[in-house]
């Protein structure tokens, strides 16, 4: 190769060369070696998006590796013994009483809150699937079209923030990464598939890229790794927040933390990891709550249990239906649902709007004719936690920049982004969180160091 450079230095022919490098290493994504983090792992291909180089200040930052375990409720680790996320909590962080998702505690909201800080009426994801009425328009967590539209988000994700800062990022599989939001789409990001995202190979390369990426050049290093698995979610849903299968699930998920923690050790760069959930898990109880039993909805649209009126009228006759059959739930209209679940702004919340008082699962609708009917889930979430503890969430955190053996009260988890982005060295927008919450987690207690 010297010979098509004879007049470049060799660090120069290293910088034009290495582009051409990370294609065709993304493309031919030879088997990884785990732990040695020399290529890519073809179970989860990566698409990589050319923002440029990290800038130089970019190249001086730590790293941040991001973290969920869907569904890992905020009490599995010490009920199940969890070796290796107590091991994070002795040498760094964590609630001991959980973290407190956004209302609803369900994946997609959650999800996208964690990284803009934004509880989910002020981003728009305000349940996994929902009607936007001004769009006439719906959004389901299983289109891709619609979860791939940028349009449908508001707020700016942490990656986003990093790439408009000169800082490259990359996201395997946690939602909304495959849109392009404020701007940008992550540097390095992993399509979903459903059908296969969750295969142990799948899993375990979510370890490898991440092993991989951080060995890249410094100039293409992500410095924020956001990791997607959704186990335990699926397996307590099928059995139950306090089943044998459910234990082993979260057992199987702390070990695949304990195998990241361990690769990322061996890289030498200063890397703070963050482990969380987006919500918790309950025993359901009853059969479905069909909300057409109560109230006339055939003037409404309906998404689950979201109910959009198409007039006024409409809208009030169907509330003061609905007010007084039942004490398995309450309702409101939208403007008077209350503030502490930040839940009364936006149209695309309905209106009337559902509160379950327990872990009661309701719908508008039961299946037409015809339509196969399903009994509810043994597990369910997407309730207040306030009034349910099981939703709360996890918080597992250690690093170069973060306390040791530090403990925390339960938290919103909007005050996570600007805690990231202060471990980043990021300028975060104004949001719903508050860097003071978690700033005594901090080594440098949340002051920013002079530019």
Known sequence: MQGLFPMQSRALRRHLLAPLFLVLTLLSAPLAVTGQGTSFNPALPLTHVDNGPNSAWAESQHYVVLVSLDGFRWDYAARDNATHLLAIAKAGVWAPQGMWPSYPSLTFPNHYTLVTGLYPEHHGIVANNFRDPERNARYSMYDKQATNDGSWYSGVPLWSLAESQGMRTACLLWVACEAKIAGFLPSYYATYDGKTQATPEA?????????????????DRPHFIAIYFSEPDHTSHEFGPDARETRAAALRMDALVGKLRAALATTGLPIDLVVVSDHGMAKSQGGWINLDQFADLSAFLTVGDLLYGK???????????????????????????????????????????????????????????????HPPNLGMHGFDPHLLPEMKASFFAAGPDLRQGKTVAPFDNVNLYPWMAHLLGLNPPKTDGSLNILSGTLRDDGVAPEK
């Open 203 to 219: 899993e375990q390369a979510r370890i490898d890229n991440a092993l991989a990426l951080l060995h890249l050049p410094a100039a």
């Open 311 to 373: 007039t006024e009228e409409d809208r009030d006759r169907v509330y003061n239906q609905l007010k007084h059959v039942s004490s398995q739930f309450i309702v409101y209209r939208r403007k008077d649902v209350p503030a502490g679940l930040n839940y009364n702004q936006n149209p695309r919340e309905g209106d009337p709007v559902i509160v379950a008082t327990g872990p009661f699962p309701i719908r508008a609708h039961a299946p037409a004719a015809g339509e196969t009917s």
